[in-house]
């Protein structure tokens, strides 16, 4: 990769990184508007430990649809506040990796199920869609 084309990588770019996690994340279902200055910091520290754009994006729809996944007849969660909800995930995806075909799924099937209960808060795409993540895989 040349070194101009490198500063368009999130993977080897600290803004691009922390931006893309932080757009993954209010796109959500379920999350705030705008991300925290403690959002945006942990946005920084995944990348500054290097944990792949991909990874994150794979905890966040994972974790997203846990939540709107569950029994109607349970009580309704309250709205995610924090980036930070999605560190678990994150961490179970580290100890226990997925293909990287699995990030396809998770996007269909919020999407498929956001389309069902029509909400207006939903990704429409990521920018790991146009190759811009970490080629590693998840």
Not at 81 to 99: C, D, G, W
Not at 114 to 138: A, F, H, I, R, Y
Request: hydrophobic share 35%.
């Amino acid at each position: 990769m040349t070194p101009a084309s490198s500063l368009l990588d999130p993977a080897s770019n600290s803004a691009l990184y922390t931006s893309a996690v932080l757009t993954l994340y209010v796109d959500l279902p379920d999350t705030p508007l705008r991300a925290s200055i403690q959002d945006q910091r942990l946005a920084q520290r995944l990348f500054e430990t290097g944990v792949p754009l991909s990874l994150v994006e794979t905890a966040l729809l994972m974790g997203s649809l846990r939540r709107l996944c569950r029994p109607s007849d349970l009580r309704p969660l309250p709205r995610i506040r924090s980036l930070a909800y999605f560190e678990p995930v994150i961490e179970e995806l580290q100890e226990h990796p997925v293909q990287d075909s699995y990030l396809d799924y998770l996007r269909l099937k919020l999407h498929a199920l956001m389309g069902k209960t029509g909400s207006p808060k939903v990704q429409e795409s990521t920018l790991s869609d146009d190759g811009m993540e970490n080629g590693g895989s998840s």
